[in-house]
């Protein structure tokens, strides 16, 4: 009686597990906590990828606070400023190009961002990525191709971004 007890309570498990094996777009959870992301092989469902030209900004340029506008602490290499009426904040974006770059803790880029800022500056089609402190934190991003980044939402954070 207790082993027919417990198929069936793993029954519900079992389901869950293989509808979300069959489904390549079904979102998963990220260890980071409030994440939900797509799959890794393009986003959520019905998401476009975005072409847009990058700009890079760094603490101790003039204007750059220690805060993003949500009042949460600028990430190094995470933290990213949008048009707020392109991509929502709390947006968490996919930039396939920034995988394998160095971060600043000496491990290597996943090309997640997290859209947690806006500037005056950034309209339209455009995003601002947050290199870390000084100008020196720039040189990682300098080989790639700023004016076509491609950008993908993949899901939402609550609170403030991770701090690494």
Excluded at 18 to 44: F, H, K, N, R, W
Excluded at 70 to 79: E, P, S
Excluded at 102 to 112: A, F, R, T
């Amino acid at each position: 009686m207790r082993r027919r007890l417990a198929a069936l309570a793993a029954l519900p498990l079992l389901a869950l597990a293989t509808s979300a094996q069959a489904s390549s777009e079904a979102p998963i959870s990220d260890p980071i906590g409030d994440l939900i992301v797509g799959a890794m092989t393009g986003g959520l469902p019905g998401t476009p990828a975005y072409r847009l030209r990058a700009t890079l900004y760094h603490a101790g340029a003039v204007g750059v606070g220690a805060l993003d506008s949500l009042g949460c602490k600028v990430v190094a290499m995470r933290t990213a400023a949008i048009d707020k009426t392109l991509i929502p904040r709390r947006t968490v974006l996919f930039i396939k190009e920034t995988v394998g770059l160095p971060m600043p803790d000496g491990g290597v880029h996943d090309g997640y961002w997290y859209a947690s800022d806006v500037g005056g500056a950034i309209k339209g089609e455009k995003i601002d990525l947050f290199t870390g402190h000084g100008r020196a934190s720039m040189k990682p991003m300098m080989p790639l191709n700023l004016s076509e980044l491609t950008v993908t939402k993949v899901g939402q954070f609550k609170g403030c971004p991770p701090a690494q």
